[in-house]
């Protein structure tokens, strides 16, 4: 009999955790799945970014800041990809390195079919971050200071 409850136990507390995890890829976009023709893919380029939200919508789990408090800081878990429609998106981005989170807002005129990865590079104690269309290798979008990346 208590073979069967440590399951059950098991089986809960997995199930709790698979819910508090979220996928590598989000769609942002209410509906069935689209084409990839249909739809923009925004990727981030290492593990210290993060897709915060889009258009205010979170990215991250609902367990998250519970289960993993401690990894709860810059990039740790949020979207490390998302799947848009065409049009112009507000993401907020996130980056961390060490215990300093930064969490710039972006806006991206999304196009369909394209593939557009999220950059950063360090300049001193400041943080330039930009979006980079794959195909085109061209810089698109523009952050919260009005100025292009």
């Known amino acids: ?3 069967p409850s440590l399951f059950v136990i098991f089986a809960l507390v997995t199930a709790m955790c698979s819910a508090g995890c979220k996928t590598s890829h989000i ?3 209410d509906g069935v799945a689209r084409q990839k023709t249909e739809v923009a893919m925004i990727k ?3 593990t210290r970014i993060g897709i ?3 258009d205010g919508k979170e990215t991250i789990g609902p367990f998250e800041g519970f289960l993993y408090t401690d990894q709860w800081i810059g990039g740790a878990n949020f979207a490390r990809s998302v799947e848009v429609t065409p049009g112009q998106h507000e993401l907020q981005i996130s980056y961390r390195y060490d215990r300093s989170v930064s969490n710039p807002k972006y806006w991206l005129p999304a196009m369909s079919g ?3 990865t999220i950059k950063y590079k360090v300049l001193g104690y400041r943080i330039s971050i930009w979006f980079e269309d794959d195909e085109t290798g061209a810089h698109v979008g523009y952050g919260e200071n009005g100025n292009e990346p």
């Open 52 to 54: 915060q939200s889009v």
């Open 114 to 116: 394209h593939s557009y």
């Open 1 to 3: 009999m208590f073979k």
């Open 44 to 46: 981030t380029e290492n």
């Open 27 to 29: 769609r942002m976009y």
